[in-house]
C-alpha cells in the first residue's frame, strides 16, 4: 500500500483546509484510514479514523471542526479541517491499516505540513 497525502499550507485562524490521501497498491484489504499530527516536541496524536464500514470518529480537539470523509472511486481520505487554530499546527499523516490474514500492518504517508497564524 502507498499512500500520497497533501493538501497541507499556511492559513489564517478561523480558516479551512482540506487534506487528501490517495492509497494505492493492494488497497482492498484495508480496514481502515486514520489521520494523526504531530506538533513540534509533541508526540502524534490520531486526529480522525474512517472504517471500512463507513464509521468515523474523531479527537475530541477536533470534534465539530474537523471531518473525515472518503471517496472510494478515488480511493481517497480527505480530513476538512474548518475554523482552524494555532494550536492545529502540525505536521498531518495519513495510515492505512491493511488486514494480512490474521495480522493487521500499518502503512503511512508522507506528512504534510499544516500552519495555521495568528
Known amino acids: 500500500v502507498q499512500l500520497q497525502a497533501s493538501g497541507g499550507g499556511l492559513v489564517q485562524v478561523g480558516g479551512s483546509l482540506r487534506l487528501s490521501c490517495t492509497a494505492s497498491g493492494s488497497i482492498d484489504s484495508i480496514v481502515s484510514m486514520v489521520w494523526y499530527r504531530q506538533a513540534p516536541g509533541k508526540q502524534r496524536e490520531l486526529v480522525a479514523i474512517i472504517t471500512r464500514g463507513g464509521t468515523t470518529n474523531s479527537a475530541d480537539s477536533v470534534k465539530g471542526r474537523f471531518t473525515i470523509s472518503r471517496d472510494n472511486a478515488k480511493n481517497t481520505v480527505y480530513l476538512q479541517m474548518n475554523s482552524l487554530k494555532p494550536q492545529d499546527t502540525a505536521v498531518y499523516y495519513c495510515?492505512?491499516?491493511?488486514?494480512?490474514?490474521?495480522?493487521?500492518?500499518?502503512?503511512w504517508g508522507q506528512g504534510t505540513l499544516v500552519t495555521v497564524s495568528s
Open positions: 495510515k492505512a491499516i491493511r488486514r494480512w490474514g490474521t495480522e493487521l500492518e500499518d502503512y
